[in-house]
């Protein structure tokens, strides 16, 4: 079974630049998540679909961060202009109905500097 | 602002030692929890979940949840260095903005 597909790996940015990261979650996971995870600290959730649909964006920067999943399938996340503060590993996670009790499979990450 | 909290260590044992994890959650209405282990450079995977008070064992992983405590934590027997990771604990609430909540994670060392 293919796992979560993100890219690209890794980035390098200068501050107010643009960037986008893409995802492909597991065939047939109807929820996706992006999270960012800073050094040191736990992933944070960012922005939660159920199907295209979005469940969740509280923590989402709406100012800068904008996500789309077109179709329920892949999924994109950008950041417009980037900051410093940015400069995380954005993972994308996926589970197969987004009920709670689910485990979630993670991607290997996009690891994003701002410089 | 529902918050899960781990002390982010590290937390060294010895090889063959039991490794004792800790974590503590503030949203009362908590309904699932996870261990999810992430080595350095890598994605989280996830171990172990937990759903009822008491204690839920896997191999050489005991869970142990407490509701009335707002406590859970990870027993790691025999610890071998490939358990060298750091530990994220996660809760999961079904009402509220953010349904699945990780804490900051423990560093774990086991020394051979």
């Known amino acids: 079974e293919a796992g979560v597909a993100q890219s690209p790996r890794y980035k390098i940015i200068e501050k107010r630049q643009s960037v986008a990261f893409w995802c492909n979650p597991i065939?047939?996971?109807?929820?996706l998540y992006w999270y960012q995870q800073i050094l040191g600290q736990g992933p944070k959730l960012l922005i939660q679909?159920?199907?295209?649909?979005?469940?969740?964006d509280s923590q989402l920067p709406k100012d800068r961060f904008s996500a789309e999943r077109l179709k329920g399938v892949d999924s994109t996340l950008k950041i417009q202009p980037a900051k410093l503060e940015d400069s995380a590993v954005y993972l994308c996670?996926?589970?197969?109905?987004?009920?709670?009790?689910?485990?979630?499979?993670f991607g290997s990450g996009t690891q994003l500097s701002v410089l | 602002q529902k918050e899960v909290e781990q002390n982010s260590g590290p937390l060294s044992v010895p090889e063959g030692a039991i490794a004792s994890l800790n974590c503590t959650y503030s949203?009362?209405?908590?309904?699932?929890f996870f261990w999810y282990r992430q080595y350095s450079g890598k994605s989280p995977e996830l171990i172990m979940s937990?759903?009822?008070?008491g204690d839920k064992e896997d191999g050489r992983f005991t869970a142990q949840l407490n509701k009335a405590s707002q406590y859970v934590s990870l027993l790691i027997r025999d610890s071998q260095p490939s358990d060298s990771a750091t530990y994220l604990c996660?809760?999961?609430?079904?009402?509220?903005?953010?349904?699945?909540?990780f804490g900051k994670g423990t560093r774990l060392s086991v020394i051979a």
């Open positions: 996670a996926s589970s197969l109905v987004g009920g709670g009790y689910e485990k979630l499979f």
């Open positions: 065939s047939g996971h109807a929820t």
């Open positions: 679909f159920q199907n295209n649909g979005v469940v969740d």
């Open positions: 949203d009362r209405g908590s309904q699932s």
């Open positions: 937990i759903y009822s008070n």
């Open positions: 996660a809760d999961y609430t079904l009402s509220g903005n953010t349904p699945l909540v």
